[in-house]
């Protein structure tokens, strides 16, 4: 296998993880609702994630999902 296949391999592999991982991962999947709805709250003791909760009707389908995986 050439360096250049490698390469693009790895790029691929290493995209496709952030897309998943964003997806599952509330600070990423919920940050534009964060901003949006929740941006006066301070992270910590679960403020956020209450916040969200609480305007959960107003919220991306992604952030609903992404919180919804930290139940389980």
Known sequence: MSKLSF???ALVVA???GASAQSSDPR??????YD???????PGG???V???NGKRDQLSDTCKAALDSRKK
């Open 7 to 9: 390469v693009a391999i």
């Open 50 to 52: 209450a916040c969200l």
């Open 15 to 17: 995209f496709s993880g």
């Open 36 to 42: 949006k709805f929740c941006a006066g709250i301070a």
């Open 46 to 48: 679960g403020r956020v």
């Open 28 to 33: 990423g999947a919920c940050k534009a609702d």
